[in-house]
């Protein structure tokens, strides 16, 4: 285990990155778009949701 975790951390550390710029990047959408917040907590939420608001 000592032998992974010098590789696995710095994944671990990318991830963690990656997934805070994805929400930084929906929270710029929403904000541009006049709402606080995306809508659903998942991607195919979020897909549906765009949808009914563009009828």
């Known amino acids: 285990m000592r032998i992974l975790r010098p590789v696995v951390q710095p994944l671990v550390l990318l991830l963690v990155q ?3 710029a ?3 990047l929906r929270g710029f959408i929403a904000e541009i778009s006049g709402k606080k917040h995306l809508i659903g907590r998942t991607d ?3 897909a549906i949701s765009n949808e009914y608001g563009r009828l």
Do not use: K, Q, S, T
Request: proline residues 0%.
């Open 18 to 20: 990656l997934i805070e």
């Open 22 to 24: 994805y929400h930084a």
């Open 44 to 46: 195919l939420e979020i």
